[in-house]
Protein backbone atom coordinates (compact mmCIF):
# COMPACT_ATOMS: atom_id res chain seq x y z
CA UNK A 1 0.00 0.00 0.00
CA UNK A 2 1.64 3.69 -0.46
CA UNK A 3 0.76 6.57 2.08
CA UNK A 4 -0.25 9.10 -0.18
CA UNK A 5 0.39 11.80 -3.16
CA UNK A 6 3.25 13.76 -4.00
CA UNK A 7 2.99 16.71 -6.25
CA UNK A 8 3.93 17.52 -8.84
CA UNK A 9 4.28 14.03 -10.41
CA UNK A 10 6.82 16.09 -12.88
CA UNK A 11 8.91 19.06 -12.54
CA UNK A 12 11.01 20.81 -15.03
CA UNK A 13 13.21 23.98 -13.94
CA UNK A 14 16.38 25.21 -14.83
CA UNK A 15 19.72 25.06 -13.30
CA UNK A 16 19.89 27.23 -10.39
CA UNK A 17 16.53 27.45 -9.99
CA UNK A 18 14.61 25.57 -6.77
CA UNK A 19 12.62 22.95 -6.68
CA UNK A 20 9.78 22.17 -4.30
CA UNK A 21 8.19 19.00 -3.66
CA UNK A 22 5.31 17.93 -1.67
CA UNK A 23 4.32 14.68 0.13
CA UNK A 24 0.86 13.91 1.78
CA UNK A 25 0.76 10.82 3.64
CA UNK A 26 -2.39 9.29 5.64
CA UNK A 27 -1.13 7.76 8.85
CA UNK A 28 0.13 8.86 12.23
CA UNK A 29 4.26 8.54 11.84
CA UNK A 30 7.35 8.31 13.59
CA UNK A 31 9.33 9.81 10.81
CA UNK A 32 9.41 10.76 7.19
CA UNK A 33 12.48 10.11 4.93
CA UNK A 34 12.87 11.73 1.48
CA UNK A 35 15.25 9.18 -1.29
CA UNK A 36 16.28 10.16 -4.40
CA UNK A 37 16.73 7.75 -7.62
CA UNK A 38 18.38 8.22 -10.56
CA UNK A 39 16.91 6.34 -13.49
CA UNK A 40 17.10 2.57 -13.34
CA UNK A 41 19.44 2.89 -10.21
CA UNK A 42 18.86 2.28 -6.20
CA UNK A 43 17.95 4.81 -3.83
CA UNK A 44 19.97 7.11 -1.80
CA UNK A 45 18.77 8.78 1.00
CA UNK A 46 19.08 12.28 1.61
CA UNK A 47 17.19 13.33 4.54
CA UNK A 48 15.07 11.87 7.79
CA UNK A 49 12.98 14.50 10.11
CA UNK A 50 11.12 12.90 13.13
CA UNK A 51 7.93 13.57 13.91
CA UNK A 52 8.49 15.85 16.46
CA UNK A 53 10.60 18.59 14.19
CA UNK A 54 9.31 20.72 11.69
CA UNK A 55 12.13 21.58 9.42
CA UNK A 56 15.35 20.06 8.83
CA UNK A 57 18.46 21.25 6.69
CA UNK A 58 21.54 19.29 5.10
CA UNK A 59 23.35 21.62 2.74
CA UNK A 60 21.06 22.25 -0.04
CA UNK A 61 17.97 20.67 0.83
CA UNK A 62 15.35 21.76 3.12
CA UNK A 63 12.59 19.72 4.20
CA UNK A 64 9.98 20.53 6.22
CA UNK A 65 6.96 18.58 7.89
CA UNK A 66 3.96 19.40 9.16
CA UNK A 67 1.88 16.29 11.04
CA UNK A 68 -1.17 18.21 11.56
CA UNK A 69 -1.66 18.67 7.60
CA UNK A 70 0.19 14.97 7.44
CA UNK A 71 2.69 16.28 4.45
CA UNK A 72 6.51 17.31 3.98
CA UNK A 73 7.94 19.40 1.48
CA UNK A 74 11.41 18.98 -0.11
CA UNK A 75 12.79 21.62 -1.26
CA UNK A 76 16.18 21.89 -3.47
CA UNK A 77 17.98 25.41 -3.70
CA UNK A 78 20.11 26.10 -6.89
CA UNK A 79 19.43 23.13 -8.64
CA UNK A 80 21.64 21.40 -11.18
CA UNK A 81 21.50 19.19 -14.07
CA UNK A 82 23.12 16.66 -11.72
CA UNK A 83 19.50 16.74 -9.33
CA UNK A 84 17.92 14.76 -12.05
CA UNK A 85 15.80 12.37 -10.49
CA UNK A 86 12.72 10.50 -9.36
CA UNK A 87 12.36 12.09 -5.43
CA UNK A 88 10.42 9.83 -3.23
CA UNK A 89 9.42 10.30 0.21
CA UNK A 90 8.59 7.59 2.83
CA UNK A 91 7.71 7.11 5.80
CA UNK A 92 7.53 4.90 8.92
CA UNK A 93 5.18 4.13 11.92
CA UNK A 94 7.72 3.03 14.67
CA UNK A 95 11.29 4.14 14.89
CA UNK A 96 13.30 1.09 13.73
CA UNK A 97 12.62 -2.06 12.67
CA UNK A 98 8.99 -1.49 10.13
CA UNK A 99 8.54 -1.14 6.57
CA UNK A 100 8.48 2.33 4.61
CA UNK A 101 5.85 2.96 3.02
CA UNK A 102 7.00 5.59 -0.39
CA UNK A 103 4.75 8.08 -1.78
CA UNK A 104 4.39 7.96 -5.17
CA UNK A 105 7.05 9.94 -6.42
CA UNK A 106 8.01 13.34 -8.63
CA UNK A 107 10.36 13.25 -11.82
CA UNK A 108 12.54 16.15 -11.25
CA UNK A 109 14.30 17.69 -14.43
CA UNK A 110 16.96 20.29 -14.31
CA UNK A 111 18.36 21.41 -17.27
CA UNK A 112 21.18 23.22 -17.94
CA UNK B 1 26.44 3.70 7.23
CA UNK B 2 25.58 0.19 7.23
CA UNK B 3 26.09 -1.68 3.67
CA UNK B 4 23.56 -3.84 2.24
CA UNK B 5 24.74 -5.73 -0.75
CA UNK B 6 22.01 -6.97 -3.25
CA UNK B 7 22.79 -10.05 -6.07
CA UNK B 8 22.45 -10.37 -8.74
CA UNK B 9 21.81 -6.51 -10.03
CA UNK B 10 21.17 -7.60 -13.56
CA UNK B 11 19.11 -10.84 -14.73
CA UNK B 12 17.26 -12.27 -17.45
CA UNK B 13 15.72 -15.62 -17.16
CA UNK B 14 13.30 -17.57 -19.33
CA UNK B 15 9.36 -17.92 -18.87
CA UNK B 16 9.13 -20.43 -16.24
CA UNK B 17 12.01 -20.56 -14.36
CA UNK B 18 12.98 -19.40 -11.36
CA UNK B 19 15.46 -16.89 -9.86
CA UNK B 20 16.81 -15.98 -6.65
CA UNK B 21 17.74 -12.86 -5.34
CA UNK B 22 19.83 -12.39 -1.81
CA UNK B 23 20.44 -9.54 0.44
CA UNK B 24 22.89 -9.78 2.42
CA UNK B 25 23.90 -6.70 5.13
CA UNK B 26 27.48 -6.92 5.57
CA UNK B 27 28.45 -4.79 8.61
CA UNK B 28 25.31 -5.28 11.06
CA UNK B 29 23.15 -7.93 12.07
CA UNK B 30 19.74 -7.62 10.72
CA UNK B 31 16.47 -8.62 12.48
CA UNK B 32 14.03 -7.58 9.45
CA UNK B 33 14.61 -7.47 6.23
CA UNK B 34 11.79 -6.21 3.86
CA UNK B 35 11.51 -6.44 -0.09
CA UNK B 36 10.06 -3.50 -2.67
CA UNK B 37 8.80 -4.45 -6.25
CA UNK B 38 8.80 -1.49 -8.80
CA UNK B 39 7.36 -0.96 -11.77
CA UNK B 40 8.54 0.92 -14.51
CA UNK B 41 7.72 5.06 -13.44
CA UNK B 42 5.79 3.66 -10.62
CA UNK B 43 7.14 3.94 -6.77
CA UNK B 44 8.37 1.68 -4.53
CA UNK B 45 5.51 -1.40 -2.88
CA UNK B 46 6.27 -3.39 0.01
CA UNK B 47 5.98 -6.91 -0.67
CA UNK B 48 6.97 -8.75 2.08
CA UNK B 49 8.48 -8.21 5.40
CA UNK B 50 11.14 -10.98 7.16
CA UNK B 51 12.13 -11.60 10.21
CA UNK B 52 14.93 -13.62 10.66
CA UNK B 53 14.66 -17.36 11.66
CA UNK B 54 10.23 -16.53 11.37
CA UNK B 55 8.04 -16.72 8.16
CA UNK B 56 7.56 -13.47 6.10
CA UNK B 57 4.18 -11.58 6.17
CA UNK B 58 3.60 -10.75 2.91
CA UNK B 59 0.87 -7.78 2.00
CA UNK B 60 -2.12 -8.37 0.62
CA UNK B 61 -2.01 -9.19 -3.16
CA UNK B 62 1.82 -11.12 -2.94
CA UNK B 63 1.26 -14.37 -3.62
CA UNK B 64 3.20 -16.10 -0.82
CA UNK B 65 3.71 -19.29 -2.75
CA UNK B 66 5.31 -17.15 -6.01
CA UNK B 67 7.71 -14.92 -4.08
CA UNK B 68 10.11 -17.33 -1.55
CA UNK B 69 11.16 -15.26 0.89
CA UNK B 70 14.22 -17.07 3.59
CA UNK B 71 15.85 -15.32 5.86
CA UNK B 72 17.80 -17.76 7.55
CA UNK B 73 20.62 -16.06 9.29
CA UNK B 74 20.48 -12.52 10.46
CA UNK B 75 23.11 -11.23 7.54
CA UNK B 76 21.08 -12.98 4.30
CA UNK B 77 17.60 -12.96 3.31
CA UNK B 78 16.75 -14.39 0.00
CA UNK B 79 13.42 -13.82 -2.37
CA UNK B 80 12.71 -16.51 -4.99
CA UNK B 81 10.77 -15.29 -8.15
CA UNK B 82 9.25 -19.29 -8.65
CA UNK B 83 7.92 -19.90 -11.98
CA UNK B 84 8.67 -16.27 -13.58
CA UNK B 85 6.71 -14.59 -16.03
CA UNK B 86 6.99 -11.38 -17.94
CA UNK B 87 4.54 -9.92 -15.91
CA UNK B 88 7.30 -10.33 -12.72
CA UNK B 89 9.65 -8.26 -15.06
CA UNK B 90 10.48 -5.42 -12.43
CA UNK B 91 12.95 -3.56 -10.30
CA UNK B 92 13.51 -5.83 -6.85
CA UNK B 93 15.19 -4.24 -4.02
CA UNK B 94 15.57 -5.14 -0.89
CA UNK B 95 16.19 -3.22 2.65
CA UNK B 96 17.42 -3.90 6.48
CA UNK B 97 17.08 -2.89 10.01
CA UNK B 98 19.11 -4.02 12.99
CA UNK B 99 16.17 -3.10 15.14
CA UNK B 100 17.90 0.33 16.36
CA UNK B 101 18.65 2.54 13.85
CA UNK B 102 15.82 4.26 12.16
CA UNK B 103 17.51 4.91 9.26
CA UNK B 104 16.37 2.21 6.80
CA UNK B 105 19.32 0.57 4.70
CA UNK B 106 18.62 -0.73 1.07
CA UNK B 107 20.24 -3.04 -1.38
CA UNK B 108 21.33 -1.72 -4.95
CA UNK B 109 17.97 -3.41 -6.67
CA UNK B 110 17.58 -6.32 -9.02
CA UNK B 111 16.82 -5.45 -12.51
CA UNK B 112 14.63 -8.58 -13.40
CA UNK B 113 13.67 -9.72 -17.08
CA UNK B 114 11.58 -12.39 -17.79
CA UNK B 115 11.26 -13.19 -21.39
Known amino acids: SQQGEEDPQALSIQEGENATMNCSYK?????LQWYRQNSGRGLVHLIL?????REKHSGRLRVTLDTSKKSSSLLITASRAADTASYFCATAQNQAGTALIFGKGTTLSVSS | GAVVSQHPSRVICKSGTSVKIECRSLDFQATTMFWYRQFPKQSLMLMAT?????????EQGVEKDKFLINHASLTLSTLTVTSAHPEDSSFYICSASDGQNTEAFFGQGTRLTVV
Open chain 1, 27 to 31: TSINN
Open chain 2, 50 to 58: SNEGSKATY
Open chain 1, 49 to 53: IRSNE
